[in-house]
Structures are given as C-alpha cells and as structure tokens.
C-alpha cells in the first residue's frame, strides 16, 4: 500500500539555521509534491508546489527538492526563526485530479 | 473576504446522536474536501466532491455522510455509526480540474463525542 513518512519526532533547531525536513514515499509514484504549514488548532496552508520534472524550487527562504529516484522530497528553511515553528506537511498528488494524500507532519521549533 | 469557513469552532455530542458539521466557501472552487485529523497524525480524506450535486468517498468515509446541493456548501454528518468520532475535522476547497491547484482549508472543528 501506499506509505508517506515524516520524521515524526521534532526537529528542534536554533534561530538562524537551517532546517530540513523530509518526505519520504513508497509504493507511489507521485507526478507533483506538495508542502503545507499548519498551526496549532488552524487549518493548513499551502506553502510550495513541485513537478516530478523539476529538481528544485524556491519561494523565500523556502526551498523544496524532488528526487523521484529516492522518492524523497526535502524541505528547506533558511534563516529559520521563531515565527517559523509549526508543523510541516508534505502531499504527494498524482496525475488522477486533485486527491492529496497527507503525511503525518513534521513539528519543527526553532529557538531563539 | 474570500475564504472557507467552518462552524462550530467546538462540537460536544453523546454517543448515539448524528452530528452535522458546516462548510461554506466563497472562492467560487468547484472541488470541496472533508478530512479528519487525530492527535499527532496526518489529514484523512473522508469525502470530497468535484461538482454541485456529485460526491466520492474517500478513504474513511464509513459513519460519515455529505451533500452538495449547493456550489458554496458540502455539509459532513457524523453519524452514530462512526466508531471513534473525536476529531479535529477540517474541510478544504480548490479549483477543479487536471492541474495539482493548492488545497484552500478552512479552519476546523474540534468534534468530542462522549
């Protein structure tokens, strides 16, 4: 069946670094990838979007890789800050319309 | 404002009584979502609907029931036969069609039934 890891322990880091998460798959071959934040209690919020045929993309200090070989997606804050801290979901999506299937999240916290 | 929302903020049921959960949005998105979120877990599809009038179960949609009578609206039932119905639920509309269009979600209700 079809599996979605995130790391499901915190990854806890000090302002200013940089913070990579992970998305893993198996038994899936996603055409896109999708990254979402979500706050305690709130809804989640779309962040980035990425095409099996792209390696890399950007927005901010935000940066998402697809590696379709490892089936691994990384998530990338730089410059963290506190204002960063949440819980990170990543949704592979096929080519069969809008069916996202959601990770279980990874809380990230970054100090001061 | 456009947007999507969801009400109650907090729902407290008894056991055995059907619940319905509202979702209205105004972004004019055709597809609507209902998943369901426990403590420490990822979002559950439960229902979604592409159209007015059309709905497809998701991956847990047993003990739960929608409609679509309207392009705005996809109301959820929790019914008395959904085993473990204490959730965080929260529904989700987007534009309609092959492309992956971001996920507009709304910002949840807190269901306890006791």
């Known amino acids: 069946s079809q599996k979605i890891e995130q790391n499901s322990e915190a990854l806890n880091i000090q302002e200013g670094k940089t913070a990579t998460l992970t998305c893993n798959y198996t038994?899936?071959?996603?055409?896109?990838l999708q990254w979402y934040r979500q706050d305690p209690g709130r809804g989640p919020v779309f962040l980035l979007l990425?095409?099996?045929?792209?390696k890399e993309k950007r927005k901010e200090r935000l940066k998402v890789t697809f590696d379709t070989t490892l089936k691994q997606s990384l998530f990338h804050i730089t410059a963290s800050q506190p204002a960063d801290s949440a819980t990170y979901l990543c949704?592979?999506?096929?080519?069969?319309?809008?069916?996202?299937?959601f990770g279980g999240g990874t809380r990230l916290m970054v100090k001061p | 404002d456009g947007g999507i929302t969801q009400s109650p903020k907090y729902l407290f049921r008894k056991e055995g009584q059907n619940v319905t959960l509202s979702c209205e949005q105004n972004?004019?998105?055709?597809?609507m979502y209902w998943y369901r979120q426990d403590p420490g877990q990822g979002l559950r599809l439960i229902y979604y609907?592409?159209?007015?009038?059309?709905?497809q179960k998701g991956d847990i949609a047993e003990g739960y029931s929608v409609s679509r009578e309207k392009k705005e609206s996809f109301p959820l039932t929790v019914t008395s036969a959904q085993k473990n119905p204490t959730a965080f639920y929260l529904c989700?509309?987007?534009?309609?069609?092959?492309?992956?269009?971001?996920?507009?979600f709304g910002p949840g209700t807190r269901l306890t039934v006791t």
């Open positions: 989700a509309s987007s534009r309609s069609g092959t492309d992956p269009y971001e996920q507009y």
């Open positions: 038994n899936y071959s996603p055409a896109y």
């Open positions: 990425i095409r099996e045929n792209e």
């Open positions: 949704a592979p999506l096929n080519n069969a319309g809008n069916m996202l299937t």
């Open positions: 972004l004019n998105h055709d597809a």
């Open positions: 609907s592409q159209i007015v009038n059309d709905f």
